[in-house]
DNA sequence: CTGTTAGCGCGTTCAC
DNA sequence: GTGAACGCGCTAACAG
């Protein structure tokens, strides 16, 4: 097997063999117009002929940047299952196509930058020149703590009037409100809720459901109003409890797809037939979502545009110019699990 | 908004405020039993007082380490809708454990690193120590032209002879012949295949899956297989089409669990009951396959220690050890979907 | 045990 | 237009 280690050469590499100082290599490969045309030439034809390439580390060190973003995701395992909402593959797909777009890397982590036990948080260790973070952590208090310290972060989230730092993320409270709406439009009036209300963005769809109910004069039933985590195995089982009590329901919001689909998994052991007993509506609109069965009726979140928008969002701060947080717009997707 | 700047610290600032040269502020962050224990501890304490920490891009250079690695992972969006299997999710999440138990940082990329048109390559450009490409690309002749010249290169994915570089993968054959053995076992004998037979790796399961029909002495009907790349649209519509043929047919091995899925779909649209009617079996055990209606029976890849085996081949290979592939063995996960 | 010196590979003044 | 010198922040070799 041949080795080649083009890795070794260096631009005085290159300025010997062209016979030009290695200021005039550097400003070459700039493309700088402070160098001859003819010798430009000659020098980038060169070393790519050489297979050479700049060493981005050193560049980094003297520009001191290090057109490197990290993004902060909180992918975990559970027990033997994990947890992997296919949402988080798809905000890492349109994340990465915004980081690329601007000629960036992307560090991934799975650990929050203020966890310092192990590697030292990647903005002030030169590693990053900023940082996206996706969700607020369970301990806000340190998210809160960790944007105040460092300008170069953005969050993706939830919107309340007491955060103070850029957050992009979709209206989680008209997203819950679009969603009961619906149900109720289709003439369904006990609508039991899935999902974790202690997590921000879960609590706005779940006032968004509460506020549609009132506005349509239906009495919410707390007792219809469950606290399903985002764990596939987790929501069966609070899906079976509600079938357990016996409680008089006859439709579902679930606060993610997966979600949904467990509940329906619970629905259909236990005989029941959406959306002929019960009607379902998801959140996030998936990649399965449109081919499950029966397709799921969901809100959309439009993750490729948030991803973008949060990009955009931290290059502006990083270019020190001040940010709003951006909210936007979720859609209803109705397909089959409503009956509508 | 209190702005802190602990970045702009540097460790000359350490050296001037303990005291002593920057050396022995070197040297006592590092931990070495050169420096005197009681300075080594004011130092450390002065460091962490200050919030400083070593600039990584700096001690990169001179180490001529990164301390980080590339994963290249081919996660591209269709149209509007993503190919975003859930697999991809459950590998990165792997990924991220082993490199960070190793104290690296993990460097995301879709694009291969033979595509020069955007950034040049991470492992010349000295962005990465080592490079984990997950999937044999379509463009098989480039990744063995990259493999060649690089060595701290592995790659996940299917085992051929002729390859000559570092692969970890399951055995694809016998994940095969384990689904369509089981079917058989169950009495199903016209068993039709769902799956993109010019990926590597699915050739090998569909190579699996006519040998276990060749040992029960069962005869092959070409017709039942059928081309469905890994989308979850698409493998719905070769499901469509499958049932459209009026072909006959009592089982359905699908290549993934999202083409199965996606099958179920179509077959429970039609009006055919699973498994009851036709038993199916997917691949690679994603979350969902196990809350699916019905559960879903599928090959199960291990996809944990996957990530494990090729962060630790890479990281032998960066050592410059000698590195055999690895076939991990696949393991049927017997649910619902299959009547037994 | 500690300080001094040198240089990792590059971009950028400042001369010529 | 081009080259020489300097330094980004750090670690390692060499003295002492």
Redesign the pocket.
């Known amino acids: 097997m041949r080795e080649n280690k083009p890795e070794?050469l260096?631009?005085?590499d290159i300025a010997r063999m062209a016979?030009?100082?290695?200021?005039?290599v550097?400003?070459a490969?700039?493309g700088s117009d402070?160098?001859?045309e003819k010798?430009?030439k000659r020098i980038t034809e060169l070393a790519s002929a050489a297979e050479y390439t700049?060493?981005e580390?050193?560049?980094s060190?003297?520009?001191?940047k290090t057109k490197t973003i990290e993004v902060v995701i909180p992918i975990e395992q559970h027990h033997r299952h994990h947890i992997s909402d296919p949402f988080f593959l798809d905000m890492l797909g349109a994340l990465a196509d915004a980081i690329a777009d601007r000629d960036h890397d992307m560090l991934l982590s799975k650990i929050p930058p203020w966890a310092t036990d192990k590697r030292s948080n990647a903005l002030v260790s030169g590693r990053a020149d900023g940082v996206i973070i996706i969700g607020q952590s369970p301990r806000r208090d340190q998210l809160r703590e960790f944007t105040h310290a460092h300008r170069r972060v953005v969050v993706w989230g939830a919107h309340f009037d007491d955060e103070d730092y850029t957050i992009v993320g979709s209206d989680n409270h008209e997203g819950g409100r679009l969603a009961a709406a619906h149900l109720l439009s289709l003439g369904r009036k006990r609508i039991a809720f899935l999902g974790d209300v202690s997590q921000p963005e879960i609590k706005l769809r779940h006032a968004g459901y509460l506020d549609a109910l009132q506005q349509a004069g239906v009495a919410a039933d707390e007792g219809l109003t469950f606290k399903a985590p985002f764990d596939s195995q987790e929501a069966f089982a609070a899906a079976k409890i509600l079938l357990d009590k016996k409680l008089e329901f006859d439709a579902i919001f679930a606060a993610s797809d997966v979600i949904a689909m467990s509940a329906i998994s619970a629905l259909s052991n236990a005989g029941m037939k959406v959306p002929q007993d019960v009607s379902v509506v998801g959140y996030d609109d998936i990649v399965g979502a449109a081919w499950y069965s029966p397709a799921l009726t969901t809100v959309s979140q439009s993750i490729q545009e948030g991803g973008e928008a949060l990009v955009r969002s931290l290059f502006a701060r990083i270019n020190g110019e001040a940010t709003a947080s951006v909210v936007l717009p979720p859609k209803l997707i109705i397909r089959q699990s409503c009956g509508a």
Chains 1, 2 share one sequence.
């Open positions: 070794e260096t631009m005085a016979g030009v100082s290695e200021s005039t550097s400003r490969l700039a402070l160098v001859a010798t430009r700049v060493n580390g050193a560049r060190l003297r520009l001191k």
